[in-house]
């Protein structure tokens, strides 16, 4: 599913503009490219920026393997390396459970490639929701909004 206001995969001028693809063994890639926009001390980036690119890339796992409607709970990082701008940070995420409504992703971002050092850890917790999460919370429209802009025929927006 797929949001165009999103900040995170949405078209918006200061977004991060991330896409996913799902590989081997059901491990969901994105990539997030540090731009000087996203600077926290000169020339790196800030860490609350790569919480948000992984909040992200992990909610794109649950979105992409669970294909239901959730939010995040928890979001837990670990800042191993500094992450200098003009990187690109190739983050592989995976779905480590589901207990109830509870949903359990784990993600690591390397620098500059898919086998370059590991940067960023995160591990969050998603709690799957009904889709008045997002009408009563959100704008009323809210369903019209994820439609109008879905690019996947096969969400199951309505079941
Ligand atoms: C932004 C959403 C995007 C669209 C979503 C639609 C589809 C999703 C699919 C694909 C999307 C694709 C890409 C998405 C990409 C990025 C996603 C970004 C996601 C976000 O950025 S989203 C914004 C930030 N997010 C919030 O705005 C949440 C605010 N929050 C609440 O709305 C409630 O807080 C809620 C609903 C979380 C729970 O409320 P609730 O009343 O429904 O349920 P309850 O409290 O009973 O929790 C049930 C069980 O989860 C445990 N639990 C809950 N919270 C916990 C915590 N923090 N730590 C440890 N355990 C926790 C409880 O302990 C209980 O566990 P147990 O069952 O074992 O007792």
Redesign the pocket.
């Known amino acids: 599913?797929?949001?165009d206001q999103?900040f995170?995969?949405g078209d918006v001028e200061s977004g991060l503009h991330m896409r996913t693809t799902v590989g081997e063994h059901m491990v969901v890639h994105s990539r997030f490219t540090v731009t000087e926009a996203h600077q926290g001390a000169p020339g790196l980036a800030h860490g609350g920026l790569l919480a948000c690119a992984f909040?992200?890339a992990?909610?794109?796992t649950?979105?992409?393997l669970l294909?239901?409607?959730?939010?995040?709970?928890?979001l837990e990082t670990d800042f191993v390396r500094p992450v200098p701008v003009g990187t690109t940070l190739y983050i592989a995420a995976r779905l480590d459970g589901v207990?109830?409504?509870?949903i359990y992703v784990s993600a690591e971002g390397r620098l500059g490639s898919a086998d370059g050092q590991v940067a960023v850890r995160a591990r969050a917790?998603?709690?799957q929701?009904g889709f008045e999460?997002?009408t009563t919370?959100g704008y009323a429209d809210a369903l019209q909004r994820?439609r109008s802009t879905t690019r996947e025929s096969k969400w199951d927006i309505n079941p």
């Open positions: 599913m797929h949001y999103c995170g995969c909040d992200e992990l909610g794109s649950v979105g992409n294909r239901k409607p959730a939010v995040t709970g928890k207990a109830g409504r509870k917790l998603f709690v929701v999460h997002f919370h994820f």
